[in-house]
């Protein structure tokens, strides 16, 4: 006498598996987003083409750390009135940046990437702004719609405003990609 054996409790189990792998994964994930980083939708227009209103950024907390932001970061970082915003870096500690005729200089040198050239409103970097020790120049990328280091109200921001770098745009899905 033969005796069948189904197949029924070994697809349950490879099922079960499965599941609680992807369990485990889902958590790990959510366990990395909570402590290391965090989801910020942006508001505004200031860093377009980048991003536009309404995008949703991840951003890593705990990169800077371990090191400094480095010039053409995209950071995270707190105002003084408590808002958050989203910038590129144009100028770090000991740098001079300037805007004169539209163009941008920094050390004296045009900048020449081709999202930083026309700057119609120069603001506070009409004269020489000199950074000091842990400040950094901020530019939306969008100039004519940003509110950023040319403007008193924002001003040299400190490092310890930054909070952190945004390193990949998760919303709308069909625009998912790494930020550079």
């Known amino acids: 006498m033969e005796f069948y054996q189904s197949d029924e409790p070994t ?5 079960s598996s499965w599941v609680v792998d992807i369990v485990v994964a889902l958590s790990f994930a959510w366990f990395c987003l909570t402590f290391f980083g965090w989801q910020i ?24 750390d371990f090191g400094k932001p480095k010039r053409m970061d995209v950071v995270v970082f707190e105002r003084e009135d408590k808002k958050t ?10 740098d ?7 163009i941008l200089y920094v050390n004296g040198e045009p900048v020449e990437d081709e999202t930083l050239r026309n ?17 950094y120049f901020l530019l939306g990328d969008n100039r004519d719609s940003s ?9 040299n921001v400190r490092e310890e405003q930054i ?14 990609k790494l930020i550079r």
């Open 11 to 15: 697809r349950v189990r490879r099922i």
């Open 41 to 64: 939708t942006i508001s505004g227009q200031s860093m377009q083409p980048l991003f536009n209103s309404g995008d949703m950024v991840l951003a890593n907390r705990l990169i800077y």
């Open 85 to 94: 915003n989203v910038k590129r870096i144009i100028g770090i500690p000991g």
């Open 96 to 102: 001079t940046v300037q805007i004169e005729g539209g």
């Open 119 to 135: 700057v119609s409103l120069a603001g506070l970097a009409e004269n020489p702004v000199e950074l000091g020790e842990g400040e």
């Open 147 to 155: 509110e950023d280091s040319r403007f008193a109200n924002v001003g």
């Open 163 to 176: 909070q952190g770098k945004v390193w990949l745009r998760i919303l709308p899905l069909i625009d998912i």
